[in-house]
């Protein structure tokens, strides 16, 4: 989560969602220094070690709160490909066991459901909708507030799914689905 110093705002990031192209856009933004440079992996330990925190939120915020929420299909392939970079053998139905059986190895920092977060944020904006939704957010806030890098890309997700897999996220995630009409893989 970032508190910005030069608006009020508080933007909780829900890990897979676009976070870190707008971390590093308000990262920016506020000027701040982190002593590492912003594409390098550190960056973000040292941004949320400095001020933030990893995890959904406890309260509800005053400050003008925002998250983004991603397609749970695409964000949990996302996931399962961060999580098992240096495992290829691992599929996406082995994985989700680990995950939702809450195996620590398994992408542990990616576990809270959506809802967790987006339930406390006062705006959620779609992943789909986000530079859009950026360029508005951002319209009245002092200054010049840097348009969003993309830096994570996602690939397709129906190449990870198979059917069980699509059924299994989706009970997982059944808030998120239901609250924004999100529509499982084919």
């Known amino acids: 989560m970032i508190i910005g110093k030069r608006h009020n705002y508080c933007f909780i990031h829900i890990p897979k969602t676009g976070g870190s192209s707008i971390t590093k856009a308000l990262v920016d933004y506020e000027g701040w220094k982190l002593g590492v440079k912003v594409d390098e992996h550190a960056w973000q330990i040292r941004l949320h070690s400095h001020g933030g925190m990893h995890g959904p939120p406890n309260r509800n915020y005053e400050e003008e709160s925002f998250c983004v929420v991603r397609d749970p299909w695409t964000r949990l392939a996302s996931v399962y490909r961060s999580a098992t970079s240096g495992d290829k053998g691992k599929t996406l139905s082995t994985w989700l066991d680990q995950f939702l059986g809450n195996d620590p190895g398994c992408g542990w920092r990616f576990r809270a459901k959506q809802y967790d977060y987006w ?27 840097p348009p969003l890098d993309h830096l994570n890309r996602s690939g397709e997700r129906a190449i990870y799914m198979d059917r069980d897999s699509v059924d299994r996220i989706g009970e997982f995630e059944a808030a998120t689905i239901e609250r924004f009409g999100y529509e499982p893989p084919q």
């Open 119 to 145: 339930v406390l944020s006062k705006k959620v904006i779609l992943f789909e909708d986000l530079e859009t939704e950026w360029a508005r957010l951002t319209m009245g806030w002092p200054g010049t507030v």
